[in-house]
């Protein structure tokens, strides 16, 4: 039987119409019963195929089976396919055969694809998973019904994700099914932070297995995928046995299923497997009695050599014979669908082909194939591709058998189900990890070639980490925002200012507008009293000038509420200082006038004369508002107040600088020596009459000013901005109620409350009894 499938036809095969459907078979080994199950199972679905009467009605197929033995042998099997008459033609006329399925592999599929893909021989594969063979430039007449590689690898990807296991190890055999998963697994791990910390090749040679598990556990590896085919995997899975390597093991398709392997002796040592299996029908309808028929039929059948062999010796094995049947129909069942589906697929082809269809359109037809099969439909995508379903399997050691815990498929979209309570852990769910993960707040520092190796590092206040999206990098928070250490976000500052809500504020607001209401009540009681002494004494149409100002230096309260701006922060202290300086201008010059009158009118007639002829008290009024007006203008060109924002821990104060500091103590000085003139004239005048001596009230007015902008000073050096801001609309009110209560109130009362000491004779009694005074001493 081995030599009638060794590189020639069988002895007989039918043939109708010269339809015929050829398979290359795997290499079969008596010790290894699945590739003889494989023929079964496409001998099974001709013979069923052959019997229906919807599926090519009148019409048998008729197919050829050879041995692959070598890749160099299997080009006389796969020559002949492509030949008519005994020749291979160079260009395309009919052939003896419509359509090729197999072989098992994808390195062997590889191997003999380009032949078939030159002449555009639809080729229908059950065992070829290689990602190459989905290039429809290379390989334009392949179609399969197993997925591609990149599916399964993206599902145990996802199954490593979902157990966090990131320190992992990938054995492979050294041939394009492994190595194709491996270039998409590689791909697949950049995107989902799993490292892969060894990968090891399978070879011949198991000598070097037990180095190889040594280093898994030195490198500290508990998560081992091995995407190999099975004539690797059973000599690597054996060592390991004898070796006791415990870990968690993910098998591909090619061995997740295998039952000779799950019979094994000692394996459960090898601690959790779990594997990938192809989805599809598991038991095919009639397909073991199929088998044992055959098998039975076979052993009573003596096959003659020569011309004589009869019919029922086609694909006779006499190494079969000596097999249980039970042994070959419980194989490894992972490929039956997919054998099924295969001829199906050809049998459906050719199918639209009889219908209605030239037969040199029977490639195209494959694109547009759509048929169900045991419930389960059958189409392929651009790529020559059906959809992918994979089921996720268990090996459960206590009943021997495979336990499925969960799906993953594309069709109508991706989904992935896995169900962990199904999983016996046996007291110790196991960790793959380089490093644990860092706790909340921390970012990761790598501290090796691999991602996966890192130091944890707290993120520092001000800062936070977003560990989804970048494990490693502590991110600033926004101006606007704050954080503690170790924080996964920022929250909002809270923003200071002088809310216009805030009781604080609205009492300054009040003090202001009561100032100005204040100045403007005064102002009209000045006006109605014009020509009385008291009115007259005060300075007459200097006081309306002075209450303006007043009022004016009051309205620059308003622009420390609320969030300031550029404007706001020219209108507080540069505004107030234009003001306020023509403020204490007024009060130095009256105090002076009032000297000159009594003292420089005596002694220097000629000035005096001067001074009243020339309007003196104006000008010098006029110089000294100029001058601080130049230098508030100087001020705000050179470097004027501007907003500023200061983030202190969870807020933010919004305040002014000070601009050019030079400019702005200049600005103070001078206001210090306006306030110096005052005293000292007014400190000059405390000899003289009552009604004209105003030393008392321009003393306590400078008072109540250096005291309030001592307090600002302070307060400015030590607390924040906010405090800052209130103390200094206080310390502007403060000075404004020190010169309306200081220099204004009593004259007021004078007018209202005792309009007999606001007579001319009251104040010509008072000045003579200060004439009377001086004379005698």
């Known amino acids: 039987m081995h030599s009638a499938m060794s590189g020639h036809p069988s002895g007989s095969y039918y043939k109708v119409m010269n339809d015929h459907t050829s398979y290359i078979l795997q290499p079969f080994d008596p010790e290894a019963p699945s590739g003889y199950q494989q023929l079964q199972v496409f ?54 055969v419509i359509s090729v399925t197999g072989p098992f592999g994808s390195q062997k599929t590889l191997t003999v694809a380009p032949l078939f893909m030159a002449n555009l021989m639809p ?26 590689d990149y599916y399964q690898v993206r599902a145990i990807v996802r199954i490593l994700q979902y157990f966090n296991w990131n320190w992992i190890a990938f054995f492979g055999s050294d041939n394009a099914y492994s190595q194709d998963a491996l270039t998409v697994f590689m791909d697949e791990l950049k995107t989902a932070n799993i490292c892969l ?68 002796d000692g394996i459960e040592a090898l601690g959790v497997i779990i594997g990938m299996s192809i989805q599809g029908q598991g038991t095919l309808l009639g397909l073991d009695n199929f088998i044992i028929n055959t098998m039975h039929q076979q052993n009573d059948t003596k096959c003659p ?67 169900t099969l045991y419930n389960e439909t059958m189409v392929f995508d651009e790529s020559g591709n059906p959809p992918a379903r994979y089921t996720i399997v268990y090996w459960d050691w206590n009943s021997r058998n495979f336990v499925k815990i969960g799906s993953y498929y594309t069709d109508p979209e991706v989904h992935f189900i896995l169900n962990e309570e199904l999983i016996n852990w046996q007291g110790n769910k196991s960790v793959s990890m380089c ?14 070639f691999h991602s996966c190796c890192f130091d944890c590092e707290i993120c520092i206040a001000g800062t ?43 009492g300054l ?54 969030r300031p701006e550029h404007i706001d922060c020219i209108m507080r202290n540069p505004a107030f200082a234009v003001f306020y300086s023509a403020c204490l201008s007024c009060l130095a010059v009256r105090s002076f006038q009032i000297v000159c009158v009594f003292k420089m009118a005596t002694n220097l007639p000629k000035a005096y004369e001067f001074w009243v002829k020339h309007n003196g008290q104006w000008l010098i009024i006029v110089l000294f508002v100029v001058v601080q007006l130049f230098l508030c203008t100087l001020w705000i060109a050179v470097d004027g107040p501007k907003p500023v924002q200061t ?23 001078f206001l210090g020596l306006l306030s110096v003139a005052c005293f000292s004239f007014a400190y000059m005048g405390t000899d003289l009459p009552e009604n004209y001596n105003e030393g008392k009230s321009i003393t306590f007015s400078l008072l109540i000013f250096y005291i309030s902008w001592a307090v600002f000073l302070t307060v400015r050096l030590s607390s924040s901005e906010k405090t800052t801001a209130a103390v200094n609309a206080i310390s502007i009110l403060c000075s404004l109620y020190g010169i309306l209560y200081g220099y204004f109130f009593p004259k007021s009362y004078i007018i209202i409350f005792k309009p007999e000491n606001n007579t001319t004779a009251y104040f010509q009694t008072s000045i003579q009894s200060y004439t009377l005074h001086t004379s005698s001493m």
């Open 435 to 448: 490093s644990k993960d860092c706790d909340a707040g921390y970012r990761r520092v790598q501290t090796a």
């Open 647 to 669: 983030k202190v821990q969870t807020q933010i104060m919004f305040d002014c600088t000070l601009g050019n500091s030079a400019i702005f103590y200049l600005i103070i000085i």
């Open 305 to 371: 050599s020569g011309s004589q062999v009869k019919k029922t010796c086609n694909q006779v094995c006499f190494e079969c014979l000596k097999t249980n049947p039970e042994i070959i129909t419980h194989q490894d069942p992972t490929f039956n669908f997919a054998i099924y589906s295969a001829v199906y697929a050809v049998a459906h082809a050719l199918h639209k082909v009889l219908d209605y269809l030239p037969s040199y359109e029977c490639l195209r037809c494959f694109v547009y194939l759509c048929f």
């Open 43 to 96: 001998r099974f679905t001709i013979e069923e195929i052959n019997n229906s009467t919807d599926l090519l009605p009148g019409v048998i197929l008729g197919y050829e089976i050879f041995d692959y033995c070598t890749d160099s042998l299997n080009f006389r099997a796969a020559l002949d396919f492509l030949s008519s008459k005994g020749v291979v033609p160079f260009i395309n006329i009919p052939r003896k």
């Open 509 to 562: 607001m009040f003090s202001a507008s009561f100032i100005i209401g204040t100045s403007v009540a005064i102002a009209v009681l000045f006006a109605y009293n014009y020509n009385t002494p008291v009115v007259r004494s005060a300075g007459g149409k200097m006081c309306f000038f002075l209450l303006s100002c007043l009022a004016l230096s009051s309205t620059c309260v308003f622009f420390f509420i609320g």
């Open 197 to 264: 910390a060894f990968n090891g090749i399978l070879s011949g040679d198991t000598s070097k297995y037990f180095d190889m598990f040594d280093k898994l556990n030195i490198l500290n590896i508990n998560v081992v995928v091995v995407f190999a085919n099975i004539e690797f995997v059973i000599p690597f899975i054996e060592k390991a046995i004898e070796k006791r390597v415990r870990k968690v093991w993910i098998a591909s398709e090619t061995w997740s299923l295998n039952q000779d392997l799950m019979n094994a």
């Open 123 to 148: 080729m229908v594969n059950h065992g070829a998973s290689s990602v190459e063979l989905s290039n429809k430039y290379l390989y334009p007449s392949f179609f399969r019904t197993i997925p591609s």
């Open 464 to 506: 936070y980490i977003n560990s989804s999206a970048d494990p490693y990098t502590c991110l600033p928070c926004k101006e606007d925002e704050w954080s503690q250490n170790a924080s996964t976000s920022c929250n909002k500052c809270f923003l200071q200012y002088l809310y216009e809500t805030e009781l604080l504020s609205v």
